[in-house]
């Protein structure tokens, strides 16, 4: 059993030396002659014109938190679409319980107005 | 899916089924009827699940495992979730009318506080590590927001993210513990990963099972508070709304110990080198000592009962580890029963420390409570006997919790335990009747010159009053619901 975690051993020893060998080389091989340009932060190309510490509407947040809900959704509704002809129909009960609590959820945040931008 | 199925887990169908409900009534209904009907219906739901319970403990006969051995209903379990939905019930008799002030949705909070319930039953009763965690997560995510519940205060907020991130960082410890169990033995239920520990064909991987337990404990003292992860402890409770602390010093607690004595029980003989039970006297010794001489040194109420919750913890461990000594026939009587006193009088401590505030503004010092018992007759009664049954003064249930515990301790020669117990005990006599002297300082407080006190707070008070008074002269009948 043990021998067979070797390969790993080796393979993560490489790895980090590769990386931190590799930004060893960068740091004292490399020439480095600064200018404006090249200190400006990369945006597509196009001249900044604004300071990248901007404040963001606190909605966002709302949004990403309930796009991880939903997305969680789905990762355990493919693996339930992919194997329920195989259970019996307590797996179709069981997942629409699991989506009725999430539709509440849902009908809450709607109700909350939370999606309403003002 | 059949009928006895059902009826395992209709505690659990009851509370998700009431929680979403309440959700819904705060969403459809308009403000001032909302308050109302949502605390009605979470009421009847945790009366019904708690005669639910009652009625599986009477009809429970053998041990029922369902959906493949992830939930046990067993004796042990549903007594502890019977603590908890007291504790829960209680609480939610001291919200009504005072959740408005410190929450603009009392809905929002009723739910919390059901959903957080249906994670401790989950708890008390899971038997797989995964069926385990997913409800310590109900339970403690519910419990994150209810601190931070009133967010128009800074000490909420603060106390809610102290909680969450050390919370967020003691479950990593556990759940790299479960990943070294489940790496060891390749197993998820209890009783499974106790026999892959114990098996011979899993020898080498013994050593890696041993230490995913121990990081699996840390998660749990955690949780319970005890000796050396018990700094989040008073921080939380002092900022946390007093309503809440009650809820999290009793039915979280509550809870995490259950829990913790499932896995103790299960594992502890799974580990030959003795280490966990060595471990575990250090604990119960430290924290005993711990929280009963911070508790000495506090000036604020809240505070004071987080370190004296601290000391208490203290003592059921040492409960804990005298059942622990003798494996073959374990007594966890004490145990329930102190914790179900520990659960009455201290709900009921924060009965009359929430009945005392006002609007706003709650009960902090003990400048705050000088003179409340002229005042207030019957508030001043209460909560001087809260505070001599919590420091064991005879005929009053705490007298008779502690002195379950060390005539445990001392008929399972845990001596040395038994009497650093005793002494710590007379310790904290001193603090818990500075607060009765400061009930009956004769000072003038203007703070209770024009008030009238709620009934609800009485009423929860006046029930508390009467168990713990009734457990403290027939503790037999708490042992005979609990055995």
Sequence with gaps: ?118 | MNITTLNGILPILILTGVGLLVLLVEAFIERDRERRFAFILSLAGIIATLVSLFSQLVHHDADLLLFGGALIVDHTGLAFSIIICLGALLVLILSHRHVTRIHRNAGEFYSLILFATLGMHALTISNDMMTFFVSLEVMSVAVYILAGVNRKSLKSNESALKYLILGAFSTAFLLLGIAFVYGATGQMGFMEIKEALLSEANAPFQSVGILGLILIMVGFIFKIGAFPFQQWVPDVYEGAPSIVTAFMATCVKTAAFAILLRGLFTFFQADESGFLMSALTVITVLTMIFGNFMALIQSNIKRLIAYSGIAHTGYILLAILAALSDPAKPDITPILFYLLVYTLMTVGAFAVLIGASRGGEEVETFEDIRGLGYKHKLLGLFMAFFFFSLAGIPSTAGFMGKFFIFKAAISKELYALAVIGILTAVVSVYYYLKIVVYLYLKEENRRYEKYSIQWNYLLASFLTFLLVLFLGIFPQFGFKLLK
């Design chain 1, 1 to 118: 059993m043990k021998e067979n975690y070797f390969p790993i051993l080796i393979y993560s020893i490489v790895v980090i030396g590769l990386a931190l060998s590799f930004l060893m080389m960068a740091q004292y091989f490399g020439p480095r002659r600064k200018s404006k340009q090249k200190l400006e932060p990369y945006e597509c190309g196009v001249e900044p014109f604004d300071s990248h510490r901007r404040k963001f509407h606190v909605k966002f947040y709302l949004i990403a938190t309930f796009f991880i809900l939903f997305d969680i959704e789905t990762v355990f509704l493919i693996p339930w679409a992919v194997t329920f002809k195989e259970m019996s129909m307590i797996a179709v009960f069981e997942m629409f319980f699991f989506l009725f609590i999430l539709g509440i959820g849902l009908i809450y945040i709607l109700k909350k107005r939370v999606f309403d931008w003002d």
